[in-house]
């Protein structure tokens, strides 16, 4: 994409057919700043605030997050769009209550959990360095943001993630956090699929500032290349962590969560 091209004009086969087309946005350092401590996170009021114009505009809303989907809502506190949560492992549509799971990612949810339960319970040495541990039921999270050394807390998860990779685990790296995940092909490229299959959706945009969102754009470009989508647009959101691969693999870049929110003022 041309890097002379404004962003409305990049996003214009995405607003030429609101109707037709889906908005899908990360959460975290997307929607909602990075904050010290995961579990304080929140979309602020006037971003809030466009997403619902947006969601009452588009035809497809959501939000695409590595957290559980309940709590992904619960972060954006906007009922009438779909969350995928758990990186494509799980399904809330709009208005619905309860996530749909993919199968598998379920069943081997409850290795995850064995592990991380035995990991938490034995390695005195995370407690001591103020690593903190997320439940995400299919997915265990350690996050070491903010501990009181971050470099020796990052060998002490990188431990962790190699005892995982030999219990035949799979593990995902993200900004200051270690995912311990199910062995499964399951990703948020994977995820978009899942809830576009069957929807009349021509054009889409995604909006993410991390490595899993990659997985976002190439499913999206996946779904362009099988016919399936007329038009996808990749929106990378830059910060002081930016993945290099994230900008390369981008369409076009936007300054943080004040620039997504520039993002969805140019949809409406």
């Given amino acids: 994409m041309s890097p002379a091209l404004t962003l409305e004009d ?3 086969p995405v607003r030429a057919d ?9 959460v975290d350092g997307t929607l909602a700043p990075i904050v010290r401590h995961a579990e304080d996170a929140h ?3 006037p971003t809030r605030a466009l ?12 939000c695409v997050s590595g957290r559980r989907a309940t709590t992904a809502r619960r972060i954006v506190a906007i009922g009438s769009i779909s969350y995928i949560g758990n990186h494509g492992g799980e399904l809330l549509r709009s208005g619905s209550t309860e996530p749909e799971l993919e199968p598998r990612f379920a069943r081997e949810g409850a290795r995850v959990r064995a592990f991380a339960e035995e990991t938490w319970r034995r390695d005195g040495r995370l407690h001591r360095l103020r690593v903190r541990a997320e ?10 943001r903010g501990t009181p050394d971050e470099a020796a807390a990052e060998a002490a998860v990188r431990d962790v993630a190699r005892r995982a990779q030999e219990a035949g685990l799979a593990v995902h790296w993200g900004r200051k956090v270690l995912e311990v995940r199910p062995p499964t092909a399951v990703d948020k490229g994977a995820g978009i699929a899942w809830l576009l299959e069957g929807a009349d959706v021509t054009a889409a945009v995604y909006v ?4 899993t969102d990659l997985d976002a754009f190439r499913g999206l470009r996946a779904l362009v290349a099988a016919g399936r989508l007329e ?3 990749c929106v990378g959101v830059r910060s002081e962590e930016t993945p290099a691969d994230l900008e390369r693999e981008a369409d076009l870049l936007v300054d943080g969560p004040p620039g997504v929110r520039r993002v ?3 949809l409406l």
């Fill in 10 to 12: 990049a996003l214009e």
């Fill in 231 to 233: 038009t996808a647009v």
């Fill in 43 to 45: 979309v602020p009021e």
């Fill in 208 to 211: 993410g500032d991390d490595t």
């Fill in 264 to 266: 969805l003022e140019a």
């Fill in 135 to 144: 439940d995400k039921g299919e997915i265990a999270a350690l996050h070491w």
């Fill in 51 to 62: 997403l619902i114009r947006v969601a009452q505009r588009y035809g497809t809303v959501a």
């Fill in 18 to 26: 609101p109707r037709r087309s889906a908005a899908l946005f990360d």
